[in-house]
């Protein structure tokens, strides 16, 4: 009978209801949707960051950290050879690079570049460039003079494909080395600087123009999720000589992103803390507004002998009803929006030059995660109901004469 | 021993700077099943007295006994409990929760004691028939009149068989002829059920009714007449 109370004594004054309902309902989906929001933008940052050439752990010789030059490449790749298939989880993709900086240059142009030589069939299937050559072909296993470059390093060159490009870096004995490659197939990345930045030669090639031998300069691997990562880097650790080799995770490759990332809870944070102030506020006047048009009543009640804890129950019940209501209703229209635009992203072109340097992608793709729903919802609960608290409280304060006299 | 028994009830109201000495000293005891007609001219006190034998208001001095409570020396928990067990209350107005039915208004004071569902409905049903409104079960006080809506207070303060109704000034808001079938009710309600009746008026009609009448004048018991039996 109290729960049947509540609900009609809701819809006393429906205007008023439907007041604190919006409000429920906006901070609601406003928190399910900006954190969905957040988590496309972040997940597609760690995508983006983890698919152009990081990987979800990388090895290195020890040292190329802080020195990423051709001294500090791993001269027995065998070894780690060995490691991989014994520790490694089954499914792990995993690649060997040769990477150190190179300069770039044709008869009219010179721009340095990261000199990337991999191994075609592998690096198809780990990094983004697999699927990312849009004009001629990547490169076959052993290409000696093949080079695949990106379409912005296209237009900056004024060349085309078939064009030669040499380049030029500095090899094992610290001589000057250099090879002319000729243009076989052109890339395209989410973001220009990728394009601007990386130039594929097979790693026969990059060996043989450095002196390297065998030698690569990384491994990159591919795990089942991007959770993986510490696990399978701590094995790593443990199985490779700390001595020779250094083991990465993708947070600790892009300090950057995961800067970021930190910094977009705050954002969310900040935006829960507005609607918490908002919403509360709303709530209490309104509710304030109720209790008060309802003093005679209340005092009739304890009148009659209704114990105060009785009043507040009844104005926080009320208070439930209309917070279980716009609890659902928002959380419907925050699955529904996240749904209706997960399928065609939202497009950030307009402020995509903005975007691109916090290493943004054009195209967002909201991501619910249940987890976010269930915070939204409690911090509207939990708030909703410690703000119905002062009216309810001031409802079972009024003496019966008092509340008898009001008008 | 009498229901109620009032010991030289002193009461003082303060308004800014100003005392207002609402009852200076009120001896009375009422038997049960008694019904007692309050009168006065206005400010004579008898709101002021129905609120402290009620244990709404306090006092500044002297005793009062509820059936066998001393309402003095208990705290507000104990009061809500003494006014949901043993009092009935009517008043001039408002009575009833607007979003409840007739019914339900009966019923709710039942809810509050914890009186099983099924029982409840039963008896407020039976309660309502008894004041002659059969038929006005799912009604809201907005469609009953207000002779209606007093009839549903006065089944809400006697169904859980009180000690005493406290009404005051039931009859002021309707005109004499349903005035006058409230106080019959009330009568045979008092009569069958042997409830105790304590009202105050300025009802010429209720003061005939009643079988006896005390007469206030600032703040003092000035009169105090049983009648015979009619
Ligand atoms: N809450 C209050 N604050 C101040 N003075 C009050 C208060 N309640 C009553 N009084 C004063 O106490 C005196 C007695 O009031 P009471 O309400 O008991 O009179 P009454 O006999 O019921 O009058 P009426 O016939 O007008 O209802 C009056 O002078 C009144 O003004
Ligand atoms: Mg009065």
Redesign the interface.
Same mark, same amino acid.
């Given at each position: 009978? /109290?729960f049947q109370?509540g609900w %009609? /004594?809701i819809w %006393?004054n429906p205007k008023r209801t439907l007041v604190i309902l919006s409000a429920v309902i906006i901070g609601v989906w406003s928190m399910i949707f900006l954190s969905a929001f957040m988590r496309g933008i972040t997940d597609q940052m760690v995508r983006n960051g983890i698919s152009t050439l990081t990987g979800h752990v990388q090895v290195h010789h020890k040292g190329y950290r802080d020195d990423p030059g051709i001294e500090n490449s791993m001269t027995e790749p065998g070894v780690l050879e060995t490691v991989f298939n014994n520790t490694l989880p089954p499914d792990t993709l995993w690649t060997s690079r040769v990477r150190v900086s190179a300069v770039a240059s044709n008869a009219r142009h010179s721009s340095g570049v990261t000199l990337l030589g991999a191994d075609p069939a592998k690096e198809g299937k780990i990094s983004f460039i697999g699927g990312a050559v849009t004009l001629g072909r990547f490169l076959k296993p052993d290409d000696p003079h093949g080079i695949v470059v990106g379409q912005a390093l296209v237009e900056k060159f004024e060349t085309k494909l078939g064009r030669k490009l040499v380049l030029m870096s500095q090899d094992t004995g610290r001589e000057i080395a250099s090879r002319a490659f000729r243009i076989v197939g052109i890339f395209r990345a989410e973001m220009e600087a990728t394009e601007k930045q990386f130039v594929f030669v097979s790693l026969p090639a990059a060996q043989e123009m450095l002196k390297l031998k065998k030698g690569i300069s990384e491994v990159s691997m591919i795990l089942n999720s991007h959770q993986e990562a510490n696990e399978v880097a701590a094995v790593l650790r443990d199985a490779l000589p700390a001595n020779d080799y250094e083991v990465q995770t993708w947070q600790e490759a892009m300090p950057m992103v995961t800067a970021i990332l930190k910094m977009y809870d705050g954002f969310v944070f900040l935006w829960f803390f507005v609607v918490f102030i908002a919403m509360g506020f709303g709530i209490v006047n309104t509710t304030l507004m109720a209790v008060y048009e309802r003093i %005679?009543?209340f005092g +009739? +009640?304890?009148? +009659?002998?209704?114990?105060p804890w009785?009043i507040v129950r009844q104005v926080l019940t009320e208070s439930f009803y209309l917070l279980v209501l716009g609890m659902i209703i928002g959380t419907g229209l925050g699955a529904l929006s996240v749904l209706a635009l997960s399928g065609t992203g939202i497009d950030l072109s307009s402020v995509a030059a903005g975007a691109e340097f916090a290493g943004m992608s054009r195209m967002i793709y909201p991501v619910v995660e249940s987890k976010d729903v269930v915070t939204a919802n409690l911090v509207v609960f939990i708030l909703g109901i410690i703000v119905s608290l002062y009216p309810a409280i001031k409802a079972a304060r009024f003496?019966?004469?008092e509340a008898?006299a009001h008008n | 021993m009498d229901i109620v028994e009032c010991t030289d009830i002193k009461k003082t109201y303060h308004q800014g700077k100003v005392e207002i000495q609402a009852l200076r000293g009120v001896n009375l005891s009422i038997a049960r099943g008694g019904f007692m007609a309050i009168a006065g001219p206005s400010g004579s006190g008898k709101t002021t007295i129905l609120n402290i034998i009620g244990g709404l208001d306090s006092m500044d001095a002297g005793h009062v006994v509820v059936d066998g409570n001393t309402l003095d020396e208990m705290n507000q928990s104990q009061l809500a409990q003494m006014r949901l067990n043993k009092i009935g209350f009517v008043f001039q107005a408002y009575n009833l929760i607007p979003v409840l039915s007739a019914l339900e208004n009966v019923e709710y004071i039942m809810l509050l004691q914890g009186v099983p569902t099924a029982q409840r409905r039963d008896l407020a049903r039976s309660i309502l028939n008894d004041v002659g409104l059969e038929g006005t079960y799912d009604r809201r006080p907005a469609e009953l009149s207000g002779g209606q809506q007093q009839r549903v207070a006065v089944a809400r303060a006697i169904v859980s068989n009180p000690s005493i109704v406290l009404a005051d000034e039931p009859t002021a808001n309707l005109d004499s002829k349903t005035g006058k079938g409230l106080l019959e009710m009330m009568k045979e309600m008092n009569e069958k059920k042997n409830v105790t009746f304590i009202f105050s008026t300025h009802d010429q009609m209720v003061m005939d009714y009643a079988r006896r009448l005390v007469r206030l004048r600032d703040g003092l018991v000035v009169d105090d007449k049983v009648k015979e039996a009619q």
């Open positions: 009978m /109290n109370i %009609r /004594n %006393r %005679r009543e +009739l +009640l304890k009148a +009659l002998g209704m114990k009785w003496t019966p004469i008898m | -």
